[in-house]
């Protein structure tokens, strides 16, 4: 199915949206909450948003890396979706096996685009990122499907890292 950018966040908002109390990783509550589980399962939202992430992407991008565990599901799409190879990037280094934070791919001088799903302060990204310039990976922005946060989207403690968002929380709120 072929949606607008309107369609798609209407679509997004009432598989996702939920309301009550919920503590963000960031540490703030919130009284909405964005369950990117309810649409990255989802084949027929999956693919156009994989569509709309993969219209942001850097072009001299060479690795999509998504992060654990949300982003996973949509590097995995928008990896098909441009025919990029995918990493996948945990919280931290395994203590098994290769031992290695970044799985899938050597990172190592290679161009690499982050992708997450929800974005607040970007706690998680802020993570990754030290992990992936551990490993000498050439982080060129971070590519998410909802940015939540206040503001103009960025990472706090990586503010040059360019942050494209699909979607901000306004925009699922007033079903743009």
């Not at 001299?60 to 590097?75: F, S």
């Not at 995995?76 to 096996?97: C, D, N």
């Amino acid at each position: 199915m072929t949606y607008s950018k309107q369609q798609l966040a209407r679509q997004i908002a009432e598989a996702a949206t939920l309301r009550g109390e919920f503590l963000l990783r960031s540490g703030q509550t919130s009284e909405r909450y964005f369950d990117k589980y309810r649409f990255e399962g989802i084949p027929s939202l999956l693919k156009p948003m994989a569509r709309a992430m993969a219209e942001l992407v850097p072009p001299e991008t060479e690795i999509l890396a998504g992060l654990e565990l949300g982003g996973i599901p949509l590097v995995t799409a928008i990896s098909l979706e441009m025919g990029l190879p995918a990493a996948f990037v945990r919280k931290q280094a395994k203590t098994y096996g290769t031992c290695r934070a970044i799985e899938g791919q050597d990172v190592t001088d290679r161009r690499i685009t982050f992708i997450e799903d929800v974005i607040t302060t970007g706690g998680a990204v802020k993570d990754a990122f030290h992990l992936a310039v551990a490993e000498q990976a050439n982080v060129l922005a971070v590519v998410c499907a909802i940015w939540r946060g206040d503001g103009k989207p960025q990472i706090q403690g990586v503010s040059q890292l360019p942050v494209h968002a699909v979607f901000t929380k306004e925009d699922l709120e007033d079903g743009r």
